[in-house]
């Protein structure tokens, strides 16, 4: 548990990047060798209806330069590329710049990616500090969360380690490009062109929408709960290590401390 405890904490401070208006992330193209580089935006597009801008020399609508992905298409004229994740009051909160203008494409889904991970690990997390310190678990472990992963057995804690591995390799093999040391530039820490950051096709109560929007709608009520959890189990994480107390406890502290009652009686 303490291992899946810390991968959202850093998940937590290094993926924090929602989506949806304000300053445009582009994709830079470059020029030739003795000309001067000027930026220009690649935009992706699905047309539902007919546009002049798009037509081919028939009259037809020209077709999209990528396929959509659960209705997706990367737009270089919107932020982050069109990802969904943004919400009222906040809108779009990247005051640290992971999603400033000029990152590449790959680079916004694996930020993506990273966030949308970290945030159901986080969530799982949250539910793991509360339940695993209101229930005593096998093998007599109890006491506060963040003290939990020393009292397991070494098999136990080897088996929850391959299990762990098990998953990011499944993860890794679905999203990732396979590194080739001799393209190593271009293959290393890419993510395939086919691959929605998150959508790792694990779905055994059947969820996910069919509809574009519904889809969107979906992904951004995920993104919120998983911000929030990082955030939460940070706090959690955080308190712990200062008091060596469960999360019950330190609330019972502080009610009898306001409450004019010596919690240490």
């Known amino acids: 548990m303490k291992l899946i405890i810390v991968s959202s904490i850093i998940g937590a401070s290094c993926a924090f990047a929602p989506a949806a208006t304000g300053p445009k992330a582009t994709m830079r193209m470059s020029a030739e060798p003795e000309q001067q580089e000027t930026p220009e935006k690649v935009v992706y597009s699905v047309l539902s209806e007919p ?12 077709a999209a330069v990528v396929a959509p992905i659960n209705g997706w298409v990367p737009d270089g004229s919107k932020p982050l590329f069109g990802l969904p994740g943004a919400l009222p009051p906040m809108g779009y909160f990247d005051p640290i710049g992971f999603a400033r203008d000029g990152n590449s494409l790959n680079d916004i889904k694996r930020y993506r990616e990273a966030e949308v991970q970290h945030g159901r690990v986080a969530m799982i997390a949250f539910v793991g500090y509360l339940a ?55 293959t290393l820490f890419t993510l395939r062109d086919n691959y929605y950051p998150g959508d790792i096709g694990f779905d055994p109560l059947g969820l996910k929408p069919t509809d574009a929007k519904d889809f969107a709608n979906i992904q951004t009520k995920e993104l919120q709960n998983g911000r929030l959890a990082m955030i939460g189990v940070a706090g959690i994480c955080a308190q712990e290590l200062i008091n060596h107390k469960t999360i019950m406890a330190t609330i019972d502290f502080y009610t009898k401390f306001y409450s004019g009652i010596d919690p240490y009686a």
Do not use: Y
């Open 51 to 62: 546009d002049p801008f798009f037509m081919d020399g028939k009259g037809e609508a020209a």
């Open 132 to 186: 695993g310190e209101a229930i005593s678990g096998p093998f007599s472990i109890n006491g506060p969360a963040n003290d939990q992963l020393q009292q397991m057995p070494l098999p136990a804690f080897i088996l929850l380690s391959v299990g762990i591995a098990a998953v990011e390799l499944k993860r890794a093999t679905t999203g990732w490009v396979e590194p080739d040391l001799s393209q190593w530039t271009r």
